[in-house]
Structures are given as C-alpha cells and as structure tokens.
C-alpha cells in the first residue's frame, strides 16, 4: 500500500500543469459566431511548404452579404483552414473554417467591411502551418455578382453556333460574361461572351459541334471602368448541348400476317445510336442526351376523333389491319431530329361472306359479327381503285348484338352512300378504346357490288359467241362480267345449253378467272341455244340472251373422195380430147394438103449412064413450034451458092450434070440414065421419055418436044439457091 502512494503523489503534481492555458490563448473560449480576436490554437508559423491554400477572394454577395473563398493544393485529410483579417496590426481575428473553402460571413462578425482590410488563409496540417497570400481591399465595394442560373438558359440554334439567353438577375447591370465548354474526354477551353448592354437580358453566342455533344458553364462579373475588377462569380451549372446532327437510327421494321384476333404484330429491329457525353451530362435530363420515340398515324378510318400518337420507343407493337405511317422519331432540347418512317400498308385479304349486305326499298343494312357490347365500329368504304381521299366512313355507338351475334348497320336510300354499280372495298375495325390508336382491331375487310346485281344487269354477261370446234363440240365465249372486277364478288359464271325442244338441258360452272368453255357431245343438225349466268356467293345472276347455233350435218368422205376423182376424170378426159383432136388435125391437114416434093432427093433429071455417051443436037428455039403447051412441062429446079463453086452438100452425079450442062452446047443424052425417082416424075412427060435411047430420031423429027426438052433444062439451070444445103427437086 505504501508503495502506491509512493507512485501517485508525482502524477499529482502534474494536473495543475495540465489546467494552465496554452502559450497563445487567451483566457476566455472564442465564440463560433463571428471572428475571434485571440490568437489562433497553434504556432504562428510558416512551414514554407509548396502546397496550400491559393486563389483567395473575398467579396461582397448582393443576396447573402460576404464570402471568402480559396483552392487549396495538397492533400486534404486532416487539413484545418483559418481565415485571418487585420484592420490593423494588434486588431486582427480569425474563423476556423475546419475543411471548407469558404466562408459566408455578415457584418455584424467583427469584419470591418466598409474599411480596407488584409485578408489571408492559414491551414494547419499535421504539424505545420500553411499560408495563402494576403489580399487587401474594402469588402463593401468588392462585389461578386450570381451566375446566371441554369434553369432559366434557353437555347436556340443557327448554323453552326447556339445562342444562350437568360433573363439578368436582379441589381446586377453591367456585367461581363465567360464561359467554358468542352467534350467527351476533352479538357475545357474558356472562351470570353463580352459586355453585356441590353437590358434586362444577357446572352451569349457559343460554338454548335456538329456531331458531338458539348458541357458548357458561365460566369459573370461587374464591371466598373477605372475601378480595380471585382470577382468572378462562380461557374453555373453545367448546360448541355447536343451535337447540331444527332445520330439517325437504322432500325428494321417488319409485320406479321393478320392474325385472329384482328391485329397484327409488328416489330422494329435493330439498336438505336449511342450518344457519348461530357463528364457533367451523364445524368439523366441533363439537355445533352438524345430520346426516341414512336409517332403513330392511323390512315385508316379518318372519322375517328385521334388520328396520330407519339409514345415512348418500343420494340413490339400490336396494330389492327389498318394503313399506318410509323416514324421513329429523334428528339433533343432543340427539337426534333431525323427520323425513320415506314408506310404500313392495309391488310388486303378479303372475307367473302363474312358481310352480309342486303339492300330494299327503305335503304341498305349490313350485318357482321359482332364483338364485345362495349366496342365501337369504324365502318370505311372506299371505290375501288381510287385515291384515299375520297375514302367514307361512320363510327357507331357501342351496341348489343342480335340474337345471331351478329352488329347491325343501316342507311337510307336517300343517303346515298353507295353509288350503283360500283365495286367497294369495306372494312370495320373495333375499339373499346377509340382515343388509344393501338387499341383497334380489324373485324373484317372484303369487297362488294354496290346495288342490286340482278336488276343492274351485272350478273348477266354480255357478247356471247358461239364458235364450232369439230361436228360434236363448239367454243363459248363471253366478255367478263361486272362483278369480276370485285375481288371475291363473282363466285362462278354457268354455262346454260340446250336444244330448241327443250329436251337436253346441261348447266356448266366455270371458274370466275375464266370466259371461255368447251361444249361437247353434241348432234349435227339440231339446233341449241346457250346463255350465260354470273352469281355471287349470295346470289344468282339472270342469264343473257339467248344465243342460237347448230351444226351442219357432215358429208361422208367417200362421196366428197368420188367427186375429186370425178372432177379430175373430167379434167384427165378434156386433156385427151385436146391432144386427139390436135393430132387428128394435123393427120388430116398432111392428107388434104400433102407436101411439095423436095428437088434434092428427085431423080427426075438423071439419065442412064449410056444416054450420056451419044451426042444430042440441039438445034435454035427458033426451029421448035410456037403451040408448045408450057402446062404440062416438067421443070427442073437448080440449086447452087456460086456458078464457079462446088457444093459440098450436092450429089456428086448431079455436080457432073450440071457441069455438062454449063460446059457443052450440045447435050449427049445417050449415056444418061435418070434415077428411079426421076424417071417417074419423068413419065408424066411424053416429051422427057422421048429422050430415052433409041429416041433421038424421035426428037429431030418432033421439034415440039425439043422445045420442051430447052425449056425443061433451062429452068433447071436458072433455079436459085435455096437456103441451106443444095437442094435439088421437081415441081410439077
């Protein structure tokens, strides 16, 4: 026990040491109010560090009274800021700040805000102490002015820069502007706005990027020519601007067949672009960013009350039937950017049957099925073939159903809602919720006729021609009918043909694409009539008129075979004739007029070979009588081309003849002996044969016959030459 006490009385003697106040402090604790004039907790010393406080300013706020302010370089764990002001040397105080860098103060802090004080900051880390530079000015007439306050910028674009406006804050006139801006991964660059003069407003006109998107912040201060420059303010929020040509998106649009329900399934593909952004834009509505989204307009049934939609961007959409236009559209704080469109088209399939359409004398009702009792119908008829524009449609009220489940439309005839003999195209959507443009549904899409198709005439074909094939078939043509130029109206033409008794009767269907059929197994000789029909799937159509036609009764091969042989005989036989008749003419003609004898081949004026060796004694013409009879003489013809030149082509025995006789006056006759030929041509002349042998007193006594004798053979000497070949002949 001793030896404790022996251990605590030194402790005891410290506690009084540790009550004593620190070197520096004054007796009485500073109050956390205003400035404290004592000296500050810690060595008044300088550590001459590099680091430190920097940058400080000290200024009056039109809305708050006073601020100082400073940067600090270093690291700031555990740092302690004072800031230090001085009247005069003995008069100074200070605020411990701890780890702020401002300070916010008023005059009633024991800062003499109307008198030129020095200012500076102290910050105390670890074990040592680090000062700002001083700065001495009167804070009353240092006035910092508000930045212009982001939330009131507007922004508008010209080309290639974008304007920022903002209304002056109040009692802060005559300022002068700064900004910086800067890009994704960028460092800032300051750039000056200028003096602002127009009252009431301040702008300032900045670079636009064309395809990225920028941070911009402002500042301002007031300006007072011929006085020292008051501070800055501090930097507004950041303001963010998007590129002046935002990325396109490059989506895929695709859609799906109709399905059962009357809705169709169409959906966008792709990713839409990425836009980068500054450091101060990553949040969410900073301005910089750019949004889709999709504007619907429903072509379809146009007297509805909402027409088009924009919604957020989604990739699956649940569309009725009905022709849309669809863009998905890009959206920034300028407005509107590029956007992709697509036509959507309206579902053409069409439901024979499924309208029923029944017109009488008070007007016209339609029936289809009906769907939920809280749907209301957009009925759209549109002629077919022509411009949406002239496209008619009625909305109806929600509506029971009839005991058939089937809704109900009528109009009077009056109306005029449907022309005569016009082709429509009907569709009906349904809607519980007609506002909402995806809430429609198709009921049903198919065509009709418009009128009644039997009193119209339009299901009775027209120009109905009857061709024959062979003795048992013919062609039926027909032009089209009117209901063919309605997709699904016309179900089938019928092909009607008869006999003119009535007894065989046979109706054919052909198909609507169709005008034309074969008729088959009918007789040669009777006669038929044929008529053609045109029905749709409710109703039938009248039949044309009448169209008569018979086949003529063929006649046997045979018979047509014998009348070919006949003909031909006759020709065969006329031929004949005329080549008989030719050459019984010709026979006929050489019979009564045979033909001249040729003097070549005559042998009248040969004589026996021994007539020539006696000596004739031709005595003067003179000496013959004068009644010599010429009729009866034989003459003999000559023919020779030259006197002087032998023919070639004359008997050599006549070429001797004729030789005597040019040669010697006096012709032997002895000797000469005349062919066979000659001698009888020679016969038919006493005065010739007279010459034969034996004969030669004859003519000495008989002068008569030698004048015949001269005549004869001077006619032979004078004959001319014939053409061709020397001929020598008789003519009687």
Not at 182 to 192: C, E, F, H, V
Not at 272 to 296: A, F
Not at 683 to 690: C, F, I, S, V, Y
Request: with cysteine; proline share 9%; hydrophobic share 35%.
């Amino acid at each position: 026990m001793g030896q404790l006490w022996g251990r605590l009385i030194p402790l005891l003697w410290l506690i009084p040491l540790l009550l004593l106040p620190l070197p520096g402090q004054g007796a009485e604790a500073c109050s956390t109010s205003g400035c404290c004039f004592q000296d500050p907790p810690y060595p008044d010393a300088d550590s001459g560090s590099a680091s430190g406080p920097r940058d400080l300013n000290c200024y009056r706020i039109l809305s708050a009274g006073y601020e100082c302010s400073w940067q600090y370089e270093g690291p700031t764990a555990g740092v302690s800021h004072f800031l230090r002001s001085c009247l005069r040397p003995g008069r100074c105080c200070y605020f411990a700040v701890g780890s702020a860098t401002s300070l916010q103060f008023s005059d009633q802090d024991g800062v003499s805000v109307l008198q030129a004080v020095t200012l500076w900051v102290e910050s105390r880390a670890e074990n040592r102490t680090e000062k700002s530079p001083n700065i001495t000015l009167k804070l009353h007439s240092s006035v910092k002015y508000d930045p212009p306050p982001a939330e009131d910028i507007t922004l508008s674009r010209s080309t290639g820069q974008v304007l920022f406006k903002w209304e002056t804050p109040a009692r802060q006139d005559d300022a002068e502007v700064q900004f910086r801006h800067r890009t994704p991964g960028s460092l800032w660059k300051l750039d000056n706005c200028g003096r602002q003069d127009d009252a009431g407003f301040e702008s300032c006109l900045c670079p636009l990027q064309m395809d990225a998107a920028q941070e911009f912040q402002l500042r301002r201060r007031r300006l007072r020519p011929g006085t020292p420059e008051d501070p800055w303010s501090s930097w507004s929020t950041p303001v963010c601007v998007p590129p002046e040509h935002p990325p396109q998106p490059t989506l895929r649009l695709s859609v799906e067949a109709l399905r059962p329900n009357g809705r169709r399934q169409v959906t966008l593909h792709g990713q839409l672009p990425q836009l980068e952004l500054p450091e101060g834009c990553l949040g969410s509505n900073s301005g910089g960013e750019v949004t889709y989204s999709v504007r619907l307009h429903m072509l379809s049934c146009p007297c509805k009350a909402k027409a088009m939609a924009t919604f957020q961007l989604k990739k699956l959409l649940n569309l009725s039937g009905a022709a849309y236009d669809l863009a998905v559209v890009s959206q920034n704080r300028f407005g509107p950017g590029p956007n992709q469109t697509w036509h959507i088209p309206a579902h053409t399939h069409t439901e024979p049957g499924s309208l029923n359409i029944s017109a009488g004398a008070n007007g016209t009702t339609m029936h289809w099925p009906a769907q939920h009792q809280s749907a209301t119908y957009c009925i759209e008829w549109q002629p077919q073939g022509q411009d949406r524009n002239l496209t008619m449609c009625t909305l109806t009220a929600p509506q029971d159903p009839d005991p058939m489940g089937m809704a109900t439309h009528s109009w009077s005839r009056a109306s005029r809602a449907m022309e005569q003999k016009v082709c429509y195209h009907i569709t009906i959507f349904a809607s519980a919720r007609p506002e909402k443009l995806t809430s429609w549904s198709t009921v049903l899409s198919t065509y009709h006729f418009g009128g009644n198709v039997a009193a119209s005439g339009a299901g009775s074909p027209q120009h109905v021609l009857v061709k024959k094939l062979s003795q048992d078939s013919v062609s039926v043509d027909w032009t089209p009918s009117l209901l063919s130029a309605c997709p699904g109206v016309l179900k089938e033409y019928v092909v009607r043909c008869q006999d003119a008794e009535g007894n065989q009767v046979s109706e054919l269907p052909v198909k609507p694409t169709e005008t034309q059929v074969t008729l088959g197994g009918l007789r040669a000789g009777t006669a038929y009539t044929v008529q053609v029909r045109a029905d749709t799937p409710t109703l039938q159509g009248t039949w044309s008129q009448p169209q008569p036609f018979s086949i003529e009764v063929q006649v046997s091969q045979v018979f047509e075979l014998s009348i070919i042989l006949v003909s031909l005989g006759s020709f065969v036989s006329i031929l004949l004739l005329g080549v008989l008749g030719y050459l019984g003419l010709n026979r006929a003609a050489r019979c009564l007029c045979p033909p001249l004898p040729t003097p070549c081949a005559s042998t009248a004026v040969e004589f026996p070979s021994s007539q020539g060796k006696q000596a004739w004694q031709w005595t003067s013409p003179a000496d013959f009588p004068e009644e010599v009879s010429l009729k009866g003489a034989s003459v003999v013809n000559l023919s020779w081309e030259k006197a002087q030149v032998t023919d070639l082509d004359t008997p050599v025995h006549f070429q001797k003849k004729t030789q005597l006789l040019r040669g010697t006056p006096e012709l032997a006759l002895e000797d000469t002996e005349l062919p066979l030929e000659d001698r009888r041509q020679v016969q038919g002349h006493p005065e010739a044969r007279a010459l034969g042998p034996g004969r030669q007193d004859g003519l000495e006594g008989n002068p008569a016959q030698v004048a015949e004798l001269s005549l004869l053979l001077g006619d032979l000497i004078q004959t001319p030459t014939f053409s061709g070949p020397a001929h020598m002949g008789l003519e009687a």
